[in-house]
């Protein structure tokens, strides 16, 4: 059986195309789909009962509204299928066979990622940032300890680069999601300057836990690059508000320590020419790797 998580907040105009996307899917049958609405001001009830004719639904009002994290939190430990899918509830899969391309290409694998087709630009790319296009064994996540941390945003990306690290992936050339651009999502409606500090108090969890884990055995390339784009990031936000960024590392030090043994691993000439001639929004008044210099001092 595979589960198919559904988070839901003030989704009623959109939950039904998803679910019908998820009806289509040609193994429907085999779905147990969670559908977790995260203490919305609407009620789902009629909704709920009409796809229930046709799949197998398990629906749970949370008391308070936690964000999509929470939500997906509740659903990973009220399920228990071998194989996991997320969908948001504004978006669809992309043909009536992307669950069972998934599925016919997880053998051997703990995770499986598709390509996403981003209807907004009219574009297709894999991800590995989002959950979108994605099955996941759950024994990669229970054994591992893996959890959706409870920010607002950016969650996602924390909890999927985690599973990125532990796992052994198979990226496949399909195109499995279709990603709907909803003007009122969280991310097209919470501000810029909130977002990045989302992303570095996000990637602080994910930091606490290669910390306490033991990270020699990490693929180093996907260590490297997931830490010198989260240092870009915490240079963004220094150039923009001069914040120290305690408020995002209780233990920046580490991270630094990390920077410096995982970046020795990766291809560096086209990467660190790109930061050097980064186009950035003000002039900054440190580099970045003057910036990098500094955090030890």
């Given at each position: 059986m595979i589960d198919i998580i559904i988070p839901v907040y003030n989704s009623d105009k959109t939950i039904g195309r998803t679910l019908d996307s998820v009806l289509d899917q040609v193994n429907s049958d085999d779905f147990n789909v969670y559908v977790i609405d995260d203490?919305?001001?609407?009620?789902?009830?009629?909704?709920?009962?009409?796809?229930s004719k046709y799949l197998k639904i398990n629906y749970f009002k949370l008391d308070e509204n936690g964000g999509p994290g929470v939500a997906r939190q509740f659903a990973l430990e009220h399920s228990n299928s071998k194989y996991i899918v997320f969908i948001d509830s504004d978006d669809a899969f992309y043909e009536n066979d992307s669950v069972q391309k998934l599925y016919d290409n997880i053998d051997g694998y703990d995770m499986v990622v598709g390509q996403i087709y981003y209807e907004y630009f009219?574009?297709?790319?894999?991800?590995?940032?989002?959950?979108?296009?994605?099955?996941?064994?759950?024994?990669?996540?229970?054994?591992?300890?893996?959890?959706?941390?409870?920010?607002?945003?950016h969650e996602d990306n924390a909890f999927n680069q985690l599973c990125i690290l532990f796992a052994n992936v198979n990226y496949i050339d399909d195109v499995v999601y279709n990603y709907?651009?909803?003007?009122?999502?969280?991310?097209?409606?919470e501000d810029v300057i909130e977002s990045y500090k989302n992303y570095i108090k996000s990637m602080n969890t994910v930091f606490e836990k290669l910390e306490d884990s033991n990270i020699d055995d990490i693929d180093k390339h996907g260590a490297g690059m997931l830490i010198t784009n989260v240092m870009l990031y915490c240079y963004f936000n220094y150039l923009i508000n001069k914040?120290?960024?305690?408020?995002?590392?209780d233990r920046l030090i580490f991270l630094k320590e990390m920077y410096d043994?995982?970046?020795?691993?990766?291809?560096?000439?086209?990467?660190?020419?790109?930061?050097?001639?980064?186009?950035?929004?003000?002039?900054?008044?440190?580099?970045?790797?003057?910036?990098?210099?500094?955090i030890n001092e």
């Open positions: 203490a919305s001001e609407e009620d789902y009830t009629d909704i709920i009962n009409y796809y009219d574009e297709y790319s894999h991800h590995n940032g989002c959950l979108h296009g994605k099955m996941y064994r759950r024994s990669l996540i229970e054994n591992n300890g893996i959890r959706f941390n409870d920010l607002r945003s709907h651009n909803t003007d009122d999502s969280l991310t097209n409606t914040d120290d960024l305690s408020f995002c590392f043994k995982y970046t020795k691993y990766i291809e560096y000439s086209d990467l660190l020419d790109e930061y050097k001639s980064f186009d950035y929004p003000i002039v900054p008044d440190i580099t970045f790797f003057d910036y990098i210099d500094k």
